[in-house]
Structure formats: C-alpha cells, structure tokens
C-alpha cells in the first residue's frame, strides 16, 4: 500500500480546520465573528512556531554541523512563510468583519506585511545561493529581527493575548485545540518541502 504524501495530508489538515473553525464557541462582544479571530490567531502563532522553529534547527546545524538540519531549517522557513503570506488575507477578513472596515495603517498588520515582505526577499536569497549553512544563518537573523520588532510595536486593535487573558475554559480549549491541528499542518507542510528539498539535491 503507497503511502499518502505530505502534501495531501497537509491539504486534508486544511479542510479540516476549515470545518473545526465553523464550531467555535460565540463570544458576547463579537457573536460567532469570533471564529475568525481564532483562526486569524492560530494562524500566526503557527508562522511564528515555524520560525522559531527554523532558528532552532538552524542552530544546532552549525553547532552540531550537520547538513539534516541545515536542510530542516529552510524547509521550517518555508512553510512558516506560507502561513505568514496567507495570514494577511485572514487578517483583513476579520478587520471587515469584527469593524466593519480595513484599518490598513493598524501598526500590527503593517508590521505583518513588512516582514512578509523581507521573508519573500530572504527565501529568495536562500534558493539563489544555494548553500544550507547561510539558510540557517538566515533563518536565524530573521526569526530574532521578527521578534525584536513585534514587541516594539504598538497594539492598537490587538490587545494583548485575548484568548489567554479569557475567563472562558471553552474559548480557550477551542484555540489551543485549532492551533494543534495548524501546527500538524505546519507539520506535514515542513515534511514536504524537506523531501522536495533532499530530491532535488
């Protein structure tokens, strides 16, 4: 029996958050708009774990030397810059819909576009100079510039950790349970961009 590619497997986990997102618990202030705010913050919490991700592995390939995690770093980066891009769209759908208008100077999602930006640049670089050891590099320089620059920005309509500051164990439970099933995505997502990666070696 073949097995199922990570790439199928990764579209199904799509589906099927798509489909657990449709059941997330209502909130007093915003009704069942909530649900695209958990998924607007699953989603990014996931590019940010891919990143960091990417970092990690990047450094214990240069400290271990070892080309497997060298490889597993651009691949991390890859994938957590897929759900950066596709964050932007989800972002602007929940700004419509919770406000009813885009605030497009809001200096989160300018943020957000600016380091999607610079990553499209530095994935760019990576694939140009086709070498593991300065992917790593890369990764790494770009997860702490990210971070560095996300707690100097100013929250204006993103209060500080919503879900976790909630009095509601349901509300809770539901995004930590749909953040599991983004980051299994990631999963098969990082998978796949690896194995294309050592084929084309």
């Given at each position: 029996?073949?097995?199922?590619?990570?790439?199928?497997?990764?579209?199904?986990?799509?589906?099927?958050?798509?489909?657990?997102?449709?059941?997330?618990?209502?909130?007093?202030?915003?009704?069942?708009?909530?649900?695209?705010?958990?998924?607007?913050?699953?989603?990014?919490?996931?590019?940010?774990?891919?990143?960091?991700?990417?970092?990690?592995?990047?450094?214990?390939?240069?400290?271990?030397?070892?080309?497997?995690?060298?490889?597993?770093?651009?691949?991390?980066?890859?994938?957590?810059?897929?759900?950066?891009?596709?964050?932007?769209?989800?972002?602007?759908?929940?700004?419509?819909?919770?406000?009813?208008?885009?605030?497009?100077?809001?200096?989160?999602?300018?943020?957000?576009?600016?380091?999607?930006?610079?990553?499209?640049?530095?994935?760019?670089?990576?694939?140009?100079?086709?070498?593991?050891?300065?992917?790593?590099?890369?990764?790494?320089?770009?997860?702490a510039a990210l971070w560095f620059s996300l707690a100097r920005t100013e929250q204006v309509m993103?209060?500080?950790?919503?879900?976790?500051?909630?009095?509601?164990?349901?509300?809770?439970?539901?995004?930590?349970?749909?953040?599991?099933?983004?980051?299994?995505?990631?999963?098969?997502?990082?998978?796949?961009?690896?194995?294309?990666?050592?084929?084309?070696?």
């Open positions: 029996m073949r097995r199922i590619k990570p790439l199928w497997l990764f579209l199904l986990t799509l589906i099927v958050i798509a489909i657990a997102s449709f059941f997330g618990p209502a909130e007093r202030s915003l009704g069942t708009n909530v649900r695209l705010v958990y998924i607007h913050g699953a989603w990014v919490w996931t590019a940010l774990i891919a990143f960091g991700a990417a970092a990690m592995a990047g450094l214990m390939g240069w400290l271990l030397s070892s080309q497997s995690l060298h490889t597993w770093s651009r691949a991390l980066g890859q994938a957590g810059l897929f759900f950066w891009i596709t964050y932007l769209p989800l972002s602007l759908w929940t700004m419509q819909a919770n406000w009813n208008g885009l605030y497009l100077t809001e200096p989160r999602f300018r943020f957000a576009i600016d380091f999607a930006v610079i990553g499209i640049l530095l994935q760019l670089a990576i694939l140009i100079l086709k070498k593991p050891r300065y992917t790593s590099l890369i990764n790494m320089g770009y997860f993103h209060p500080p950790s919503p879900i976790l500051s909630s009095n509601s164990l349901e509300i809770q439970f539901f995004f930590f349970a749909l953040l599991g099933l983004c980051v299994f995505a990631l999963g098969w997502l990082s998978l796949w961009l690896h194995q294309r990666a050592l084929a084309r070696r």
